[in-house]
């Protein structure tokens, strides 16, 4: 068994869940309980699937939606009892910021604060803030002191904005429809779409060193990057590299909750196997299924260090 780094691994705080509203109780999976607990019970669920090390990260959506007055506060003390966790148990886990999005200038500080005083690896960020993606001007602070610091952004999908929510996922039965936005389909198809606009809007011409992790396999960029090539190159004659370079350099992508051999295939074609990392998707998905699938895989030695663990700690900084 080699060592394994799960990258997007979420947890929640009582007072993140109230300032949310979030209600988790129509996923049939009940992950909420095991979303509070960063100690025992995780620890033994990771133990016993042999994953070493998780990457925490505050479940969507996060602080994003919410006033300045309650996001960034709530962010600093997310950030502040994580940091806790994470002592207690230094060797299994480390962590991805959140960050008061909502607030460009302090999520940009906030983001800060986390790498350089509390040694965090990143941030997380779901989807649009306010219906605006990454690529607005407001948010550059937060690209800029990613790419200063030189650590990643996971671009984890967001419930879409509440037009599009009206235009393309009514009239059809509650739960169905919910689910049909977000995990079901919907948001992996937004995130893909958020990537495109970084590359389409320079973002990556600005800011070369910037890192972005997508993932459930790429959210469906493999399957269409051929088409994009295609179809995008032509017309992007303002970007100083065609599409797929800034994919395969920009971007890596991990496995969350996508544990199937013929995508798995397509997005090793696409982004190589330097760019994937191992991730559950924790509490949505389950540890010992994902473990058992990767140890499956028909890989060599080398890949499977790689996707595991290797690749992870060479961009997080870890091991």
Known sequence: MTRIV???????????????GLDLSWLPMDPQRRLLDVAEDRLADMDAAGVDVQVLSAVGPGVQELPDEVAIPLARDLNTRLHKDIAAHPDRFAAFATLPTGNPQAAAAELDHAVTELGFVGA???????????????????????????????????????????????????????????????????ASLHALRLIATGVFDRLPNLKIILGHLGEGLPFHAQRVEDVIDPLATDLAKPVRAYLQE????????????????LAREVFGDDRILFSVDYP????????RWLNSLDLE????EKIAHANADRLLGLG
């Not at 929510?165 to 198809?189: I, K």
Request: charged residues 15%; aromatic residues 14%.
């Open 6 to 20: 799960a990258l997007e691994e979420h947890y929640a705080t009582p007072d993140l869940l109230d300032a949310t």
């Open 124 to 190: 997380l960020i779901n989807g649009t803030t306010r219906g605006r993606f990454l690529d607005h001007p407001e948010h550059a602070a937060v690209l800029e002191t990613a790419a200063r610091l030189d650590v990643p952004i996971y671009l984890h999908p967001g419930t879409p904005p509440a037009p599009v929510l009206a235009a393309y996922y009514s009239d059809v039965p509650a739960l169905l429809g919910r689910m049909l936005a977000t995990a079901g389909y919907g948001w992996h198809y937004e």
């Open 250 to 265: 920009n971007f890596w992508i991990t496995t969350s909750g996508y544990y199937y051999d013929g995508p798995f295939a």
């Open 284 to 291: 949505f998905s389950d540890n010992t299924v994902s473990t």
């Open 301 to 304: 030695p080398g890949t499977r």
